[in-house]
C-alpha cells in the first residue's frame, strides 16, 4: 500500500495558477502509474492526468488539455500538477492516485488515494 498526501490547494481567481504536489510513501517500488482526480460535490470522481511512474506515457482528460501538466519526480517519490488558466469548473477536491497494475484512467484501476486538496476558483 501506498501513502499519499496531498497538498497545494486553495483559492484562486479565474485564469489563475495552482500547483498541486502529491508526497508517496510506503510500497513506493510497487507504483506504476500516478494519477489525478477530482470531485466536485453531487457528482462523480472524473479522471483528470496520469503518469506512467518509470516510462514516457501521459495522459490528459479533454477538458484540461494544454491547461494542466502533470510531471513525476521519481528520486522524491513525488508527483505535481501544474494547473494554468484555472476555470470555475475546475473547482473540485482534487485527489492524487496510485497504481501498482496497470496505466489507466478509471478511479477502478487505481489502487492507493490521498485524502484530497481543495480547489477552489471564483469567477
Known amino acids: 500500500q501506498v501513502h499519499l498526501v496531498e497538498s497545494g490547494g486553495g483559492l484562486v481567481q479565474a485564469g489563475g495558477s495552482l500547483r498541486l504536489s502529491c508526497a508517496a510513501s510506503?510500497?513506493?517500488?510497487?507504483?506504476?502509474?500516478m494519477g489525478w482526480f477530482r470531485q466536485a460535490p453531487g457528482k462523480e470522481r472524473e479522471f483528470v492526468a496520469a503518469?506512467?511512474?518509470?516510462?514516457?506515457?501521459?495522459y490528459y482528460r479533454d477538458s484540461v488539455k494544454g491547461r494542466f501538466t502533470i510531471s513525476r519526480d521519481n528520486a522524491k517519490n513525488t508527483v505535481s500538477l501544474q494547473m494554468n488558466s484555472l476555470k470555475p469548473e475546475d473547482t473540485a477536491v482534487y485527489y492524487c492516485?496510485?497504481?501498482?497494475?496497470?496505466?489507466?484512467?478509471?478511479?477502478?484501476?487505481?489502487?492507493?488515494w490521498g485524502q484530497g486538496t481543495q480547489v477552489t476558483v471564483s469567477s
Open positions: 503518469i506512467m511512474w518509470r516510462g514516457p506515457v501521459i
Open positions: 510506503g510500497r513506493t517500488f510497487s507504483t506504476y502509474a
Open positions: 492516485a496510485a497504481d501498482s497494475r496497470r496505466f489507466g484512467d478509471s478511479v477502478y484501476d487505481y489502487e492507493s
